[in-house]
Structure formats: structure tokens, C-alpha cells
């Protein structure tokens, strides 16, 4: 399952031996790697583990948690008192017996409405369940969201390196890794929210995508996973696929080159390709990073909205991050069909048809805290970062930006530059005259109107620094049929409408802050 949950940790080791892991407060362990069943009980601490890959969560069946109940005897490390934790031992792996399987995750699995069913230990998957890769396409909870995903942790001590597990290497000795139909990885959870009602979700995770026939990733390349570290695997469809852990391990803390023979101390080595990526991150005044996102272009990418996750690299964004782009009309800037849908935070458009237009860049901290202060740019060809200070791909087109009223400014990459406004202009090739001007308009809310398959009905899904919101819906006569007043923005809204009816409506939501969000519904 995606990262998320209270308070979990990857074990890479087989219990019941002398390898001091970890140390926890809590007294039963949940295994989260059967795709059948979401997870697995143990009742002893004592048990020997059977998958040396396997997540493994802490916590309670049925809500019957005792952390009160620690050994008197336990000693702990200080200055934590000795009787008040259970400690955890184990071995490391080294090697595996076998490849893992991927396949049927989630299969035969109903997440019930909007994710409302509950799994054997009574919990809502909508409180834990996220999948980015698939909100761009259906939206949540459609026939795929959550489905084909796998998550692990390294049983190694040492690393992993994902970065070529998506192609056959044939002109070296590779990894032995072809996942053909892989879509995504996430590799960091990033920050972890848990609400009163139990609810966690994590913002500012770490997401790498894999274009389909290319082997370039884009986004947040450096699939290198650290000991005991966890990760996800989303795949395409359900085709069944094989991944070697053995042919992965890696004591560098440099991913391997494409190039490069499989070996465990392999040094990093350059390698071409078509893929060109720009990472804009936001630091606060002291240079900690408070938020990033990707825009990708490629001569095989597409540019604008994409309805089938087969061919697209695009990653949606959480709404409590503070970065991100829109997606693009197809002459540049919003394209509004799509931006009470989704954002992004991996937007990839077609490096030949798009080039010179704009994508936009929207801040929702900039004007509100105001902490985010600069944006540095990361640009890499072929998930390589280039020479510090260059700003030339190997196309001899760069990435540009353009502050609203200003003019555009080529980009170099780890170039760090002010932030003026809440909204900028990113492109892929120097903009002409003719394009400057397109498509300028209001930044728009993260305040968003989605349908739910689940429920057959349209859900809003709130902007996290609204409070309250008004909403009317009308229909296509301008009759008000829908009308709420003070609606709390905790939690989605849904819009009920008789779904006999086939007809047009128009929503508008007005928030507490004056802010307005107008979009239509088709039923």
C-alpha cells in the first residue's frame, strides 16, 4: 500500500535472532505485502518472517492496543526508561532465495464507496489508501486507483538502486530487471498527517514516473533506497512481472550509469537520452526546502490532458503542498477544462508541439505565510543532473521562466532566484512574441470538483486553507437546485444529483476568504 499510517517502519530482518533493528512502543506487527488481503497478523514478537521484503506496520487487531504492558525488564537506550519499549531483533538478508512476483494487487480487494469499506482490522482504506499516479487519469477511487501497487522494504543492508529496473541493459551486464509495464515509484513518504479521526495522509512524498518504451524516468530521480527504507511499485496493468532484489544491492550512495556493469561498488557513469527535466524547489529563507515540482518534456510525450495512464509520465499533487503546475491548454497556460480537477506535480508535455509555451507554476504559500522565499532549479537530460551554471540541453534548447510582467529569463541549472509573485511561467524553449500573452488568467483554487465512480456523483474537494464555503449548484435552466451554506471544508462535500437525469449543471463554491470557484458538471 502507499506510504501512510501511524506509526510504521520497514523491518528487514528475521525475528527472533541477535540483530538489534528497532526499537517500538507498540506490541503487534501488521505485514503489508499480501495483495490479497492488505495485510497479515502476528501475534508474537517471537515469530520468524517468512518474506524478507515485506512492510511491516505496528499496530492493532480490533482496536485491542496495550502499550502499557512493556517487559519491567527491557532495557532501553537513554534517556528512555528501561521497561517502557519492546525491542525487535533480527538478521539481515544477503542474498534472497528468489525474484518477488508482482501481480494481482488489490485484486478481488472492494474499497467500497469512495474507499468507505474496511479492511480485517477496521480500517477505512480512504485513510491510508493514496494513489498519485492514478488521479490524473479516472480519478480517486476509479476501477484502477489503488490497484497494481506494490510496497516493500529493502532487506539489505545495503542500498537498492531502482533507477534501471524498467529495461533490458543490452549492452552491459545489467540488473536482470525488465518491469515492462511499470508506471511509477515512490520512495520517500515525505510528511505524515494523522488526523482526529484517524485518518494519515503524507504530502511532499518523493515520486519518480516511467515513460512506456523509454527508459529515461522522470520527476524525483535518485531511486537509491537505503537499508531497512521502504518503497512503492504502481505498475500499468496487472501483467505479471518479476523484480531481483539480489542484482540490486549497491554499497555507493550513487545510482549506477547506464553503461555501467551490474556490480555491487559500481562507480556512476554519464548516459544519453531524450528525456529533459526541470525541478523547480521551494526553499524558506534558511534553505530548507518546503516544497518542489516537475515539469518533463520528451519528443514521445503528450501534451495536455491524458485520459489513459498507459503512456503517461504525469503525477498528481496533494493538496497540502504548496508547489505545482496546471494542466496545460494545448497553446499554452490553463487549461480549464482540468484545473478544478487536478494539478500536478510531474506535468510532462511534448517537447516539439509545446515548445516555447507556457505551463503554469502556481504558489499557494507566496501572499498567505509567505515562507517560501526562492525557488532553485534542478535541471537533468536522462535523470543526469547537468554541469552546475549550464543551461543548454543537448537539443541546444534550455528551460525558461517569466515572472508575471517580466521577461524571460533562461534557467541554469542550481540557480536560485527570489520569488515575486504566487504565479510564474515555465517553458521549454525560448517563448516568442506570439505566445507571452497566452492564456493569462486567475491562479486557480485548489479547491476542485471530482467525480467519485464509486457513488456515481461529483464530490468537492476542498483548497486546505479554506475554513468554510457556500455552494449552489444550477442547472443548465439557471433553476437553483443545490444550495448549502457554511459547508465545513474538513472533509469532501458531496453534490447529489438525480442521476436519472441527464443534464448540465454549473457549481459555484465561494469560500470564507471571498475566493470563488466556478466550474461545470456533465451527467
Do not use: C
Not at 520527476?219 to 531497512?228: E, V
Not at 518542489?292 to 489513459?308: A, E, K
Not at 506535480?345 to 505551463?359: M, Q, T, W
Not at 525557488?375 to 528551460?399: C, P, V, W
Amino acid at each position: 500500500m502507499p506510504f501512510s499510517g501511524k506509526a510504521i517502519s520497514s523491518l528487514s530482518t528475521e525475528f527472533g535472532k541477535t540483530f538489534v533493528t528497532q526499537r517500538f512502543t507498540q506490541n503487534e506487527i501488521l505485514k503489508y505485502n499480501n495483495p490479497l488481503v492488505v495485510s497479515d497478523h502476528y501475534t508474537s514478537l517471537a515469530t520468524t518472517t517468512t518474506d524478507p521484503t515485506g512492510y511491516y506496520m505496528l499496530g492493532s487487531k480490533n482496536g485491542n492496543l496495550n502499550t502499557a504492558i512493556a517487559p519491567a525488564s527491557m532495557t532501553a537506550i537513554a534517556p528512555t526508561p528501561s521497561g517502557s519499549v519492546y525491542t525487535l531483533n533480527g538478521v539481515p538478508y544477503a542474498p534472497l532465495a528468489s525474484a518477488v512476483t508482482l501481480q494481482n494487487a488489490g485484486n478481488g480487494i472492494n474499497y467500497g464507496t469512495g474507499g468507505n469499506a474496511t479492511n480485517q482490522y477496521l480500517e477505512k482504506y480512504n485513510t491510508y489508501l493514496q494513489d498519485s499516479f492514478e488521479t490524473t487519469d479516472a480519478g480517486a477511487w476509479s476501477t484502477n486507483y489503488g490497484k497494481n501497487i506494490y510496497q516493500f522494504g529493502n532487506p539489505f543492508l545495503t542500498n537498492l538502486d531502482l533507477s534501471r529496473i524498467g529495461y533490458i541493459e543490452t549492452a552491459v551486464t545489467g540488473d536482470g530487471n525488465n518491469i515492462t509495464n511499470i508506471r511509477g515509484i515512490r520512495y520517500d513518504p515525505g510528511t505524515i498527517t494523522t488526523l482526529s479521526n484517524g485518518s494519515t495522509y503524507s504530502t511532499g512524498a518523493k515520486v519518480i514516473t516511467y515513460p512506456a518504451g523509454n527508459i529515461a524516468p522522470t520527476g524525483d530521480i535518485g531511486m537509491l533506497i537505503k537499508p531497512m527504507q521502504t518503497f512503492v511499485i504502481k505498475l500499468r496493468s496487472n501483467a505479471s512481472q518479476t523484480l531481483n532484489f539480489n542484482t540490486l544491492r549497491r554499497f555507493n550512495y550513487t545510482l549506477r550509469g547506464d553503461g555501467t556493469s551490474y556490480s555491487v561498488t559500481a562507480a556512476k557513469n554519464g548516459a544519453p537520452s531524450t528525456v529533459k527535466q526541470l525541478g523547480v524547489i521551494a526553499l524558506d529563507a534558511n534553505g530548507k526546502e518546503l516544497g518542489r515540482t516537475y515539469y518533463v518534456v520528451s519528443g514521445s510525450f503528450t501534451t495536455g490532458h491524458q485520459s489513459n495512464g498507459d503512456t503517461s509520465v504525469q503525477a498528481g499533487n496533494s493538496s497540502g503542498n504548496i508547489l505545482g503546475t496546471f494542466e496545460e491548454a494545448l497553446n499554452g497556460g490553463y487549461d480549464y477544462n482540468y484545473t478544478s480537477a487536478y494539478w500536478l506535480y510531474i506535468n510532462e508535455a511534448n517537447e516539439v508541439d509545446f515548445l516555447g509555451k507556457n505551463v503554469k507554476l502556481a504558489n499557494y504559500d507566496y501572499g498567505v505565510n509567505n515562507a517560501a522565499v526562492s525557488y532553485k532549479f534542478e535541471i537533468r537530460e536522462n535523470a543526469e543532473l547537468i554541469q552546475d551554471g549550464a543551461n543548454t540541453l543537448s537539443s541546444g534548447i534550455g528551460f525558461y521562466y517569466k515572472a508575471p510582467n517580466g521577461t524571460p529569463q533562461q534557467i541554469a541549472h542550481n540557480s536560485v532566484v527570489p520569488i515575486s509573485a504566487n504565479e510564474y511561467d515555465l517553458y521549454y524553449g525560448a517563448p516568442s512574441l506570439g505566445t507571452l500573452g497566452t492564456q493569462e488568467g486567475v491562479k486557480p483554487s485548489r479547491t476542485m470538483v471530482i467525480y467519485n465512480p464509486a457513488i456515481t456523483d461529483y464530490i468537492v474537494r476542498f483548497d486546505p486553507n479554506w475554513k468554510k464555503a457556500d455552494i449552489q449548484v444550477y442547472d443548465m435552466s439557471g433553476k437553483l437546485i443545490i444550495s448549502e451554506k457554511n459547508v465545513s471544508t474538513k472533509t469532501d462535500f458531496v453534490i447529489k444529483l438525480d442521476g436519472s437525469v441527464k443534464n448540465a449543471y454549473v457549481v459555484k463554491i465561494v469560500a470564507d476568504n471571498g475566493e470563488i470557484v466556478n466550474t461545470k458538471i456533465l451527467k
